[in-house]
């Protein structure tokens, strides 16, 4: 039966509890697990939120079997568009298909008008600060950041000091984690602020969706993200160099670590929607502090590099010496102004763990703004007193490299066994600065359709944040799922899958 | 003419598709030869079916296996499924699709598609007795693979540059492989100037059949030059042929006009490889049969095989692997 907007609309009329809870979850929610935690798609027992009551409906309507069925077509386009990621370590069938779950989470529009303010005032102030401590240092010396904190962070560039990049923006690409907190509001997690992956698959979802679900989408007034490949685009040629010279448009690029990254597909796929070049390091060249390509047609001057490549290995007479990965010579064309790096060299010092604790003393200090949106409560282990505590309170706690991503170097405490606890409290006392503490969050929960039902798994969500001309944010993002029942690590590399994030119009 | 219209191409790139493309075409021919040899070894007896293993290897450039007696199980399995043979069918599936992933972005979607889907294909097929009985689907899938393949890029990819390095890589290899395999054939039959050509009798006929039937030539020839089957006529047909796309002429042919259209699109001067190839497509389109076989076919078909692996060297040296020097100057 086809959904309509007015159908959608007479479900926005409180719903009455009357029966007995649990009659309420009836197939294919028989199963369904539902207690203290925020649930993105019941507000009670059986009762969705208003903006969810269509989709419930209609699977209420729909029959398992060709939920699966749907499911295993969905899997198999996957497989056969090669949208993999490699998975290390592995000498066989090292690509998997990053696991994709059909039912959407939703995301009413006045929500979303609150993320991306908090997001779009977020990124603003971490570029001021990049700006700020790789110049004058006047939230340093103001202490409000302790200048032992910045210099002390492993991503911290001293050769980027007194450089200055183009319209002073360090972050162009960024994709930030936000968890729910127990009372349902929005906390940023993460700040990814170097390469930030996993936008391909947000892109590959909605196509998949509204494949399995063309009249629900269409009734629900979801906003496009189709659009991302050129808002990309249009950031990059923002940040050329040559914006007045002889030459018409600047050549961008993409340069990818290569075939065994594990986000190679995302590298092929956002190169194709731009219409730009994959580069290799190899495929570079520089010549008298030019970069050039290497084509069939002689060598081609390039003048903006979208790098998916870590600083270390950018350039090996600058940073790691052993990056067959790089472009010898990149680093001081960087510098010399005749080709611009997005994002800049030495962002990960803002997406320190430990830095992160005090953005929002950042946003505060430059932009003279309350956060829009939260963080999560952070412990930082250098302090004695908040170390004392953490070390106390470890079987609570999840403890985080400050420098690491994809969930590595992670204890989680509630699923930690004595010796784990022990191994992070020996690395916590021998090196404070490099970990941080937060409280285990209990990530929302979202239903997914999984061995023939639907059951409730922990999420996340990552939207993408791109700087420019001005902050944008397509209406959208990754949203994370866990899986493993019980799991509160979303990351692909750990068992993580993902699926569509529907913002509502308004 | 000048096509070229500020798009680029990085040498990379070029030299994936150029490879993707030869490795799929060689695990075509592969395909199709180990599939018309079964076929033919049903109709023989086993004394005249024992010596055309060899033939077989030669013809596709593989080593001899190290104990001179081998089934055709192992022996097809090397050919077509052993990882550890870099020219199996399925190394050459596995090559042409890491290739291209390695440069999806510059070809349509549903040509990665399509190589992706025979790849997973190709590599969820296990050997043994009971594939033997069914490898004819095997072969079968590769070979449409192949072509689906290529009908899906004439008609979802641009003819730009790229296209054309498709086409070289293609031709380039066709031209090698049917030159050699012609050469494992006639170095077999000896000839000599003057004798006359004569219909050929009935356990020689399958061999010539198996020969057309691998060139994918067999109905070709017939529609020219009907079922009577001369060993002149079929050299010529797949020698000399301008308009049949297996033969060795037709695939010099298209080598030298991707090589015209890629030095246009480039504006570099490289007339190094479209000499090359132009000047072996004339002395094919203006010899004659009798004469190659008078003065001995097997250089004649040396010859074509060495001109050929000139040009694929001076195509490398002037799009792929340059010296930055001559590029800055």
Redesign the interface.
């Given at each position: 039966m086809p959904h309509t907007r007015s159908r959608i609309r007479s479900f926005l009329r409180p719903v009455t509890v009357s029966e007995p809870a649990r009659a309420l979850f009836r197939p294919p929610f028989r199963n369904y697990q539902f207690d203290s935690t925020y649930d993105e798609m019941f507000e009670a027992p059986g009762v969705p939120r208003p903006h969810y009551q269509a989709l419930f409906q209609t699977l209420l309507e729909l029959p398992a079997e060709e939920m699966r069925k749907t499911q295993q077509a969905a899997d198999l386009s996957f497989?056969?568009?090669?949208i993999t990621f490699t998975v290390y370590g592995n000498d066989e069938g090292t690509e998997k298909v990053f696991p994709n779950d059909l039912l959407p989470r939703i995301i009413p529009h006045q929500e979303w008008r609150k993320i991306e303010a908090g997001l779009t005032q977020r990124m603003t102030a971490l570029n001021l600060f990049l700006e700020d401590v790789y110049h004058r240092g006047r939230i340093l010396a103001d202490g409000i950041v302790p200048r032992e904190l910045v210099y002390s962070c492993r991503h911290f560039r001293r050769e980027m000091r007194n450089l200055t990049v183009p319209r002073g923006i360090y972050v162009s690409i960024c994709g930030t984690d936000l968890v729910r907190l127990p009372d349902g509001s929005f906390a940023v997690l993460e700040d990814n602020l170097r390469v930030p992956s996993g936008v391909s698959y947000m892109l590959a979802n909605r196509k998949v969706l509204k494949k399995v679900f063309p009249t629900l989408f269409r009734d629900y007034g979801v906003c496009p993200v189709d659009h991302y490949a050129q808002a990309l685009l249009a950031t990059l040629r923002a940040l050329s160099p040559l914006q007045s010279t002889t030459r018409h448009e600047p050549?961008v690029v993409l340069l990818t670590p290569?075939?065994f990254n594990s986000a190679y597909f995302e590298h092929?796929?956002l190169?194709?929607q731009m219409g730009i070049?994959?580069?290799?390091g190899?495929?570079l060249?520089v010549?008298d502090n030019v970069v050039y390509?290497?084509?069939?047609?002689?060598?081609?001057r390039v003048d903006v590099i979208y790098r998916r490549v870590d600083d270390d290995f950018l350039d090996p007479l600058c940073f790691r010496r052993d990056s067959n990965l790089g472009v010898p010579g990149l680093f001081n064309a960087y510098r010399a102004g005749s080709v611009v790096l997005a994002n800049a060299v030495g962002t990960g010092v803002a997406d320190d763990k430990a830095v992160y604790a005090y953005v929002p003393a950042i946003i505060r200090y430059y932009l003279g703004e309350e956060p829009i949106l939260p963080n999560v409560t952070t412990y930082l282990l250098t302090d004695r007193a908040q170390r004392t505590y953490v070390l106390e309170h470890m079987e609570e706690l999840v403890v985080k490299a400050v420098g690491e991503s994809g969930g590595y170097g992670m204890l989680i405490g509630p699923h930690s066994s004595a010796e784990q606890r022990e191994e992070f409290r020996q690395r916590i006392e021998a090196e404070p600065r490099n970990y941080i503490a937060q409280p285990t969050l209990a990530l929302s929960r979202a239903p997914c359709f999984l061995e023939g039902e639907a059951q409730a798994r922990h999420v996340d969500l990552r939207p993408y944040i791109l700087y420019g001309e001005n902050v944008t944010l397509v209406p959208g993002g990754l949203t994370r799922v866990a899986l493993r029942r019980g799991s509160l690590v979303v990351n692909s590399s750990q068992g993580g899958g993902s699926k569509d994030t529907w913002v509502l119009r308004a | 003419m000048n096509y070229r219209s500020g798009t680029t191409m990085l040498s990379r790139v070029a030299d994936s598709l150029y490879w993707m493309s030869r490795y799929l075409e060689r695990a075509e021919h592969t395909a199709r030869l180990i599939d018309v040899d079964f076929e033919l070894r049903l109709d023989q007896s086993p004394e005249a079916a024992a010596g055309r293993w060899q033939r077989l290897l030669e013809a596709l450039n593989a080593p001899a296996p190290k104990d001179g007696d081998i089934d055709a199980t192992t022996l097809t399995h090397i050919l077509a499924l052993d990882r550890g043979n870099s020219s199996s069918i399925l190394s050459c599936v596995t090559a042409a699709r890491e290739n291209l992933r390695q440069v999806r972005e510059q070809c349509s979607s549903a040509m990665w598609e399509q190589l992706n889907r025979l790849y997973l294909q190709v590599n969820s097929t296990t050997a043994g007795e009971a594939w033997l009985l069914h490898s004819y689907v095997f072969f079968r899938a590769v070979r449409d693979g192949a072509h689906l393949f290529h009908g899906v890029t004439d008609s979802t990819m641009s003819h730009g540059e790229g296209w054309q390095y498709i086409q070289l890589g293609r031709f380039v290899e066709r031209t090698d492989a049917v030159a050699r395999l012609i050469g494992a054939y006639l170095s077999r039959l000896p000839y000599s100037a003057g004798q006359s050509d004569q219909a050929v009798e009935s356990e020689e006929y399958l061999e010539w059949v198996g020969l057309l039937k691998s060139c994918a030539a067999f109905e070709a020839y017939c529609k020219k030059h009907t079922a009577d089957l001369r060993p002149l006529r079929v050299a010529e047909f797949l020698l000399l042929n301008p308009e049949f796309p297996h033969s060795v002429r037709f695939s010099v042919d298209k080598v030298h006009t991707a090589l015209r259209a890629i030095a246009d699109m480039t504006e570099r001067k490289a007339e190094q490889p479209v000499r090359l190839a132009g000047r072996l497509g004339a002395s094919l389109s203006f010899s004659q049969i009798d004469e190659v076989m008078a003065s001995g076919a097997s250089a004649f078909v040396d010859s074509i095989r060495q001109q050929c692996a000139q040009a694929h060297t001076a195509i490398h040296q002037i799009y792929f692997d340059y010296p930055v020097e001559t590029a800055l100057a």
């Open positions: 497989l056969h568009q090669g050549t290569g075939v092929t796929f190169a194709q070049e994959l580069v290799e190899r495929d060249l010549h390509m290497r084509t069939t047609a002689g060598l081609k | -």
